[in-house]
């Protein structure tokens, strides 16, 4: 089992559509969680991190975590063309350590 | 444009040369990070500095060695790379915390596109 999974995509959306992107982790002492976009050929970019169970708001984003399910997931509300990029989902481990997921492929079709 | 600055973006080396990346950070982070990133993987964690100390290696090869010569400023030396060594090379830094599980974002680099000829 990977320690952080996620659905490789590619997941296509309309724009103006809702995205969502999901992550399930296996560390269950793991206590933060990243979401990151990377654009091609560019470096990650943080978007997200949320710490405690529930939602997080941030303009159109918003994370939602689930420790009892293990689960972290990212939703973009009005989804723009320029969204379309990779998800990376991460959990913090021991020691400062960050583990990623594979990373959703999002497209946002205009 | 990143808090985080890494220089060159991007070198092509021999197999026989040295070379150094450079990173450095200017927000106060006292934690950075080395990460490579092979084409359509994630970022794979190579080394990390906490308050100037090495505290993680992943047992990288020793042709590839860290140097954190101060708060701000973290290098990469590189010598006789292989060609699977081609890859994006990332630096990261964030605000340390001694506790056992860190709660603090790592921001990225723009990144060193490295290619062993």
């Known amino acids: 089992q990977k320690e952080v999974e996620q659905n490789s995509g590619p997941l296509s959306v309309p724009e103006g559509a809702i995205a969502s992107l999901n992550c399930t982790y296996s560390d269950r002492v793991s206590q933060s969680f990243f979401w990151y976009r990377q654009y091609s050929g560019k470096s990650p970019e943080l978007i997200m991190s949320i710490y405690s169970n529930g939602d997080k708001e941030d303009g159109r984003f918003t994370a939602q975590l689930n420790k009892a399910s293990q689960y972290v997931s990212l939703l973009i509300r009005d989804s723009q063309p320029s969204d379309s990029a990779t998800y990376l989902c991460a959990v913090k481990r021991y020691g400062n350590k960050l583990v990623f997921g594979a990373g959703t492929i999002l497209r946002v079709k205009s | ?117």
């Open chain 2, 1 to 117: 444009d990143t808090e985080v600055t890494q220089t060159p973006k991007h070198l092509v080396m021999g197999m026989t040369n040295k070379k150094s990346l450079k990173c450095e950070q200017h927000m106060g982070h006292r934690a950075m990070y080395w990460y490579k990133q092979k084409a359509k993987k994630p970022p794979e964690l190579m080394f990390v500095y906490s308050y100037e100390k090495l505290s993680i290696n992943e047992s990288v090869p020793s042709r590839f060695s860290p140097e954190c010569p101060n708060s701000s400023l973290l290098n990469l030396h590189l010598h006789a790379l292989q060609p699977e060594d081609s890859a994006l090379y990332l630096c990261a830094s964030s605000q340390a915390d001694r506790g056992d599980y860190s709660n603090q974002p790592q921001h990225f680099g723009d990144g060193t596109r490295l290619s062993i000829l």
